[in-house]
């Protein structure tokens, strides 16, 4: 594992048990799989706060940043 993916790796651990599953499965799943263009997104995403982002992924709350969509898309396909 790299250092990169090591550090996002840390970065899902939320201590939220719904979002720890979501995101550290995505890791595990989804994230080879998530284009280049789209990481940054990622790891902007995982700088919101644990309850917008748990609104998010769960589609309670519409992002206010479209790059967003496709990334919550592909966390939520990775389940």
């Not at 706060?49 to 992002?63: I, K, V």
């Not at 969509?69 to 389940?79: E, G, L, Y």
Request: charged share 30%.
């Amino acid at each position: 594992m790299d250092a990169e993916r090591a550090r996002l790796t840390w970065a899902c651990r939320r201590g939220m048990l719904e979002l720890d599953l979501l995101l550290e499965g995505f890791m595990e799943r989804g994230y080879d799989a998530l284009p280049e263009a789209q990481r940054p997104a990622f790891e902007r995403l995982l700088e919101t706060g644990d309850q917008q982002l748990l609104g998010l992924l769960l589609g309670h709350e519409e992002p206010d940043e479209k790059e967003f969509i496709p990334v919550i898309a592909a966390i939520r396909a990775s389940t």
